[in-house]
């Protein structure tokens, strides 16, 4: 595995190495260790969601609150356009962006810290 730092440094690029030949492939999806490593921080894993969603769908814009949540967003089907913005006023990062795309075929990982509250996609404001 390839973790990349982004210009939000808490935000981690996850690029699997993968291995395979005519019958198919083999990847490590996640490994405890490496990602901490990686992350530098403990995390406990307990929650593994799974949104299947259509094309164009837009969804809301996700912040840091009181109960943080990372996230750890790949893709089974399809790709995704994923952006991680810091609105944490303190750090060197505040107002920074993360572009990545997340496909089923680039097989890549984003490792979002610790964001749990919502604007809605069709927020005015």
Known sequence: MHFSKLAIPDVILIEPKVSGDNRGFF??????????????????????NYSPSIKGILYGFHYQTQQPQGKLVRMVYGQAF??????????????????????????RQLWVPKHESCIAWNDPD
């Open 27 to 48: 990847f490590e999806r996640f490994n405890q260790r490496r990602f901490e490593e990686a992350i530098r921080k403990t995390v406990n894993i307990v929650l593994d």
């Open 82 to 107: 994923d952006v991680a913005e810091n609105l944490r006023i303190s750090p060197p990062s505040f107002i920074q962006r993360v572009k990545e795309i997340i496909s089923a075929e680039n097989i």
